[in-house]
Every structure is written in structure tokens, then in C-alpha cells.
């Protein structure tokens, strides 16, 4: 096969033609498809994108641009044609070009970033692993690349002009259209801590949390580099930088629900607010900035115990959502306060929404459950101390009344006030059965993570008082301790997840058994809750004797794995010491 000769001036010019007359307008027109959700002209304008980047006319290079733009329309298009086709095909066609042999290293920059954010987006849909692990990869090595290329040495920038020149007029076969700059290794850079981030939400890793702030924090630092943002022509700068802001802010409040760093919160309190002020109202990620400046807003407010991050959330939501505001901002605005004022105002209101949530099924209809009868659990124990309210100064005011009148020998009563009693007791009996089913709903629910049912198994057997229902609250809580602390996580993640339950679970589930006289179950439950991570290390134990006469060089990995598993300090140490490379 005879090499295609370079590319000439004239090409150039042809393609620079094309491109602006037809090529990018039929992009432009894509786009504007899926933004309005138009179906009956998307399948054309894929079509004709199809055409043009399998058209051996064109050199390389513009053939790897026009697969990019196809793979670009192809994510978001699979959701306005309800075609999950359309998210493999724009995942096989990223993983072709990763696949193959690069030209030069931007390219792989370009393949591997894109490639990370279709697999995200393909683990939202499906909810496989093996997606948002291969997303990470990737996605660490485009952000490695970048690294490199923004610590190499810069020359003149007269030199920096003619290379310019060049790339625009004179691209050859392994020149990548358009060349890399700052802009694109800080969405590299934002796509790696998005990528971490969807990971830590689905397994509750603490070093992916670590690393995706750290990533997040890299990516705020570089945006602060680019001098030239103050410029009319910085083009989506701030919008940009407002996302990366919003992520950041997001990624600390986590970190402080997990290590109550009080700096963590007033940090990502002041990033979420410069977000929010950075990013246009009617901007795509508008309602994430929403989402994640509520959520900071009331949980300092929580913390603080101050109503007025919940009126600033309020009204963050109100500018920015008017019309269709996302459930979870509005029930922990609702649950918030009325946890403040110490009243049952708004919980109604929030019961209904989350009802309307889980009505509507998806994919979060687990985390709606799991609020659903947190909300319903709130109620009844404020609904259970206004009747104890009520029945004290019942009592109160019955004792006075009859030491006053006692010589007379007449009684006092007061039906009104009894009946209120009765009447507050039994709403919190009903609000209470609620919230236990609820739990059960949620424990019982085989698609969501092995964590939150555990989490949800443990608050059932917490709320609930017939043996029998107990005895299959605690047997399923105890069930789910190995698959929530798999050894996929590591060792400070995994007692996260064993201490995350209200009590001893293995005691807790061998009594249950032993009150309904299943002693042999008792003894099953209770071996298998208090030797999770025990049994973990059992397992690496195995004798490789014979292993190591078949395969020495096996049998030396897989001891050197031992040891990455048992020790328990950070990830990058224990690889260093098993001599392997960081983990994933």
C-alpha cells in the first residue's frame, strides 16, 4: 500500500472551505436537533455525518475530526431517539480510534477523553462497573498527557506563531485539528474528577473522593492561569470555570459529610456561590450549580443550625429552577428547616414529592426511597412528641384540677384534649409503618448499591417490632455486610461501610433468630457478621506451593497482590511496596 502523499496548501484550502460552508454547519444543525429534541431529523443528519467521515477523499485528520463530531452527536442523540444503540456505537467508534495506532500523542488526548465521557454516560444508563472503571483509565491517562505537555519547556513565542501558521495551512497526516492548549487540558482535567466523582456516589470509595479532589483542585488552578479570560474573546470561560468550581464545591461537601472538616463546607459554600455567579442562568449545567449549592446551603445550615442558608437555598432554587425544580434540592430545604424549627411544616409537602419521585421510577429511585422514609421517620417522631406534649400537660393540669377540687369530690376531665392525644398517637403509629415500609422497599431493592440497601436493611430493623419482620431485617442486613465491604474497596472504606449501621448487626440478627428459636440460623448470621474482613484475609492465604511449580512468575504476582490487599495505608504507598503499579 503506497503512502498517502502530505497534505498540500490546496487541500488545505478545500478542506478550510468545506469546512466552514458545510461540514460545520451540519454540526451546528445537529446540535440544535438534539437540543430541541427533534427525532425526525436527527436520524438524516447522523446519517450525512456518517457519510463524511467514511469518505476516503479526506485525509486522516479530517476524518478523525468528523468521528469525533459523529461521536459528540451520538451521546447525546441516544437519549432524544430512546436508541441505547446509538451509545454503543459512539462507544465502539471512540474505542476504534484509541485502539488504533495514533499519529501523535495529541490525538490520543482527544480519543481518550471523549472515549471516558461516552462510557460515563453508558454507566448512568446501564449501571455497569466495568464502564465507569475504563472511563477512569482513560481518562487518567488524557490527564497525564496534559501534565506533560503543560510542564515541557515553551519556546518564543514568535516560534509559537510560525507552529500556528503551519497546523492552520500546511496540517499534515499526523497533525491533530484543532492543537491542544490550555482550555482543553482543563476539560481533561474536569472530566477526570467528574469520572472519579461518578464512582465514589456508586462504591463510597474514600481514595476516589481523595483523588477527584485533588483533580478538581489541579483544574481550578489551571483555569486561574488563563490570563487572557478577562479578554471579549474568551469565548465560554467563565461558564467553564463555573462548572469546575460547582464540581469542586460538590466534591467538598461530600468530603465533609465524611470527615466533618468545618473548612470544607465554608470552602465549598464560597466556590458553589462563585459558581452560581459565573454561570449563565439558562446555561446546561445551571441546574447541577443549583443542585450542589442547595445541598452546601443546607447542610451548613444543619450544621449551624442557622434558617438562613435554607432562605438563600430557597431562593438559589427559585432563580435558577423556576419551573420544574429537581426533587432532592426541595425536600432537603423542607426537611431541613423543619428540622431547625423543630416542627412538622413542610414535611407534608416533601412526603408528596418523594411519593411523586418513587411513582415516577429511574434510576434514582432508590436514593427517593431512602428519603422518603427518612421524611416519613421525621414526622412521626416530631408527630410522637407533640402527643407526649399533650399527654403531659393533660396530666399536669388533671393533677391540679383534682387536688383543687378534691374536698368537693368531683373529677376533671377534658374529652377535647384526650381525644387530640389519642388522635396525634395514632398518626405517628401510621407515619411510622410507613417509614418501616419504605426501608423494607428500599432493602429489598436488588439494582441499587449493596451499600445503600445495607444502610436501608439496618434503619428497617431499627424501626420495626414483630419478631418475624425483625429476624428478616437483620438476616438481610447481615447478608449485605460482605457485598457492601468487598474487597474491591479499600481498608478504610470498607470499615466506613461496617460502621455505618446503628448496631451490632451479627448480635443484633443471632437474638432475632434465637427468639424465633432458630438457633442454627443464630450461629450462621453471627459467623458471617463479626468475620467479614477476616474471612477477606483468609482468602489471600491460600497455599500457592503448587502454583509456583506451574507458573513461578504467576505465583510471584499473586503474592505481591497479597500484600497490596493486606496493608491498609494509602493506595499509592501499598502499590509502591508491592512493587506494582497505582491502583485504578
Not at 503512502?3 to 490546496?10: A, I
Amino acid at each position: 500500500m503506497t503512502p498517502r502523499p502530505p497534505t498540500t496548501l490546496r487541500s488545505s484550502l478545500r478542506f478550510q472551505y468545506l469546512f466552514l460552508m458545510k461540514w460545520r454547519p451540519l454540526g451546528a444543525r445537529a446540535f440544535r436537533a438534539v437540543e430541541r429534541g427533534d427525532a425526525a431529523a436527527l436520524p438524516d443528519l447522523i446519517r450525512r455525518i456518517a457519510e463524511t467521515r467514511t469518505a476516503d477523499a479526506h485525509p486522516r485528520w479530517v476524518r478523525d475530526l468528523m468521528r469525533r463530531l459523529e461521536v459528540m452527536v451520538l451521546v447525546p442523540a441516544a437519549d432524544v431517539l430512546h436508541d441505547p444503540g446509538l451509545l454503543d456505537r459512539a462507544v465502539a467508534l471512540s474505542l476504534e480510534a484509541v485502539t488504533d495506532t495514533p499519529t501523535r500523542w495529541e490525538s490520543e488526548v482527544f480519543d481518550r477523553a471523549l472515549l471516558a465521557d461516552c462510557l460515563l454516560q453508558r454507566f448512568e444508563k446501564r449501571g455497569d462497573r466495568a464502564d465507569v472503571d475504563e472511563a477512569i483509565t482513560h481518562q487518567r491517562r488524557a490527564a497525564e498527557l496534559c501534565r506533560a505537555w503543560l510542564a515541557a519547556p515553551r519556546g518564543h513565542w514568535r516560534a509559537s506563531l510560525r507552529q500556528w501558521w503551519r497546523v492552520q495551512w500546511y496540517p499534515d497526516e499526523g497533525q491533530v485539528w484543532p492543537p491542544l492548549n490550555r482550555t482543553i487540558c482543563f476539560s481533561v482535567f474536569l472530566g477526570l474528577g467528574d469520572a472519579l466523582h461518578t464512582r465514589f456516589e456508586f462504591l463510597r470509595t474514600y481514595d476516589d473522593l481523595q483523588r477527584a479532589v485533588e483533580a478538581s483542585d489541579g483544574a481550578e488552578a489551571l483555569s486561574r492561569t488563563f490570563r487572557w479570560a478577562a479578554s471579549p474573546w474568551a469565548g465560554n470561560y467563565k461558564q467553564e470555570r463555573g462548572s469546575i468550581l460547582s464540581q469542586l464545591g460538590a466534591l467538598l461537601t461530600f468530603r465533609f459529610e465524611l470527615l466533618h472538616d468545618p473548612t470544607d463546607i465554608i470552602r465549598a459554600v464560597s466556590l458553589l456561590e462563585d459558581a452560581d455567579r459565573l454561570t449563565p442562568r439558562r446555561a446546561r449545567g445551571g441546574r447541577s450549580v443549583a443542585r450542589y449549592r442547595v445541598h452546601a446551603l443546607t447542610t451548613r445550615g444543619l450544621r449551624l443550625q442557622s434558617l438562613d442558608d435554607f432562605t438563600k437555598a430557597e431562593a438559589v432554587l427559585r432563580r435558577r429552577t423556576p419551573h420544574d425544580p429537581a426533587w432532592r434540592p426541595q425536600v432537603e430545604i423542607l426537611t431541613g428547616r423543619a428540622a431547625i424549627s423543630e416542627s412538622s411544616d413542610g414535611l407534608g409537602e416533601a412526603v408528596h414529592i418523594l411519593e411523586a419521585a418513587v411513582s415516577q421510577g429511574g434510576a434514582h429511585v432508590h436514593e427517593a426511597l431512602i428519603w422518603l422514609a427518612s421524611t416519613l421517620r421525621q414526622w412521626a417522631l416530631h408527630a410522637a412528641s407533640v402527643a407526649d406534649s399533650l399527654a403531659g400537660a393533660r396530666d399536669e393540669t388533671g393533677a391540679g384540677s383534682s387536688a383543687e377540687t378534691g374536698a368537693q369530690g368531683a373529677s376533671w376531665t377534658r374529652p377535647d384534649v384526650s381525644d387530640t392525644v389519642v388522635a396525634a398517637q395514632q398518626e405517628a403509629a401510621v407515619l411510622w409503618r410507613r417509614s418501616s415500609d419504605a426501608w423494607r422497599r428500599a432493602a429489598l431493592l436488588e439494582t441499587a448499591p449493596a451499600w445503600r440497601r445495607l444502610h436501608a436493611a439496618s434503619r428497617w430493623r431499627s424501626q420495626v417490632t414483630e419478631p418475624r419482620e425483625a429476624a428478616d431485617a437483620s438476616s438481610l442486613a447481615v447478608r449485605l455486610l460482605p457485598l457492601a465491604a468487598w474487597r474491591g474497596l479499600d481498608r478504610l472504606s470498607q470499615e466506613e461501610v461496617l460502621q455505618t449501621t446503628d448496631f451490632d448487626l451479627a448480635s443484633g440478627a443471632a437474638a432475632d433468630q434465637l427468639d424465633l428459636h432458630d438457633a442454627d440460623h443464630a450461629l450462621e448470621l453471627l459467623e458471617l457478621g463479626r468475620g467479614v474482613l477476616w474471612s477477606q484475609t483468609l482468602d489471600v492465604r491460600t497455599d500457592l506451593q503448587q502454583l509456583r511449580q506451574e507458573s513461578p512468575r504467576l505465583a510471584e504476582r499473586l503474592t505481591r497482590l497479597r500484600v497490596l490487599l493486606e496493608e491498609s495505608r494509602d493506595p499509592a504507598v501499598r502499590a509502591e511496596r508491592a512493587g506494582l503499579r497505582p491502583p485504578v
